[in-house]
């Protein structure tokens, strides 16, 4: 029997996980560390501050189609450097098996850039997420928002978990790879959908992606490229299609000078300011 695509083998076992977490920290327990969590602030609302073009910039130790990236990196300095050179947010992705992440990666970056106030770069839990228990954990953990991958999610199922998300004051970033799932994220209203340009099923790269969906948003709704992003030219091409941030893995995690790479990414000189040294006045 075919085990299906990679997608599909990442949340079976994903599935199993959450059974396991369940047991190790039982619902209640994991509701009272929510209710502790520092709060969330408004994931679109920072983006758009750094308006034309934002950047998301993600921790991301290993994938599926690449192996070992950094296995062994700091989150939580890596947060930083992420942090020191203006990013406006930072994803973290927390799936263990494929991705070697986990949670406490995301609370030591929402600890490490506590520090820069108000004007922080948002978080992002980029996990496969198909149970309320992961939102609670997101929360319990610090995001301010949860990627939502809508090729692993029953319509029921993405409109239940949008509505766990914002109950909790998070954001529903939601994923979309082609026309279909762009009409299904549209009819779920989606604030914000990121535009991945690889395809999760069995994890190529079209980066042609972004630019067959950019015009069927709706104006109003924040668009993101995803995936296959190395240089200020490709951030400038996705911007020039309609998108309004980006997301950068890889191609951070493996510069040698990830503040110097962010710096790249969003087209600024070491001259200009960042958030260490403008996020007081906000």
Known sequence: MSEGTILDRIVAQRRKDIEQAKRDAPFAALQEQARHAPPPIGFVARLRSDAPMALIAEIKRASPSRGDIAPDIDAAEQGWRYASAGASGISVLTEPTWFKGNL????????????????????????????????????????????????????????????CIEDMGMTAVIEVNNADEMARAIGAGAAFI??????????????????????????????????????????????????TAVLVGESLMRAEDAEAKVKELRGVRDSQSTISDSSAGE
Not at 111 to 122: D, H, K, L, W
Not at 202 to 222: E, H, K, Y
Request: hydrophobic share 45%; aromatic share 6%.
């Open 104 to 163: 406490d990666d995301l609370l030591a970056v929402r600890r490490a850039i506590e520090v820069c106030g108000p004007g922080r770069p948002a978080v992002l839990r980029k996990d496969f997420i198909v149970d309320e228990y992961q939102v609670l954990e997101a929360r319990a953990y610090g995001a301010d928002a949860v990627l939502l991958i809508i090729s692993c999610l029953t319509e029921a199922m993405l409109r239940g978990l949008k509505t």
């Open 194 to 243: 990121g535009v991945n340009n690889r395809d999760l099923r069995d994890f190529s790269v079209d980066p042609n992606t972004t630019g067959r969906l950019a015009a069927l948003a709706p104006v109003g709704t924040m668009l993101a490229a995803f995936s296959g992003i190395q240089s200020r030219a490709d951030v400038e091409q996705y911007a020039a299609l309609g998108a």
